[in-house]
């Protein structure tokens, strides 16, 4: 029953992955979607959980994949990680080539004093101090 109508709405309104401006110059995503702030939908908190549960499914795929030091974590460095990641992507969490070789080595407290020493941190402040010490503790700060 519902597929008919969701294919209709689909060929009806468009379907589109990014932000575009509809017809009547509204922020609009996904089938229709109206999320610009001045009278839209925006997001619920279950579909604002479920696009990050998403985001954090592939971030960790994309951790795993390229670092194997990743999965030897424990379970509050790995949310650290995961963070601090999820942040700045994969190509600026690669620049971080001295943290990066601290955690291979499995020195916290480097990797902690690296992330420190970052733009990082200066953009972010008190964000990346948290993460610095539950990454050179292991425990929630």
Request: glycine share 8%; hydrophobic share 40%; proline share 1%.
């Amino acid at each position: 029953v519902m597929e008919n109508l969701i294919k209709m709405l689909k060929r009806h309104e468009g379907a589109e992955s990014f932000v575009y401006l509809c017809p009547e110059n509204r922020y609009t995503i996904g089938v229709g979607r109206n999320v610009d702030n001045r009278g839209g939908l925006g997001l619920s908190e279950d579909e604002i959980d479920y696009l990050l549960s998403n985001d954090i499914v592939r971030c960790i795929k994309e951790i795993n994949k390229e670092y194997v030091w990743f999965g030897d974590l424990d379970e509050v460095r790995t949310e650290a990680v995961i963070d601090a990641f999820f942040c700045l992507g994969a190509t600026r969490f690669r620049g971080f080539h001295k943290m990066i070789e601290a955690f291979e080595r499995a020195d916290y407290k480097e990797a902690a004093t690296q992330l420190l020493d970052s733009r990082f941190a200066e953009q972010t402040g008190n964000r990346a101090t948290e993460l610095a010490e539950m990454i050179e503790t292991g425990k929630y700060a």
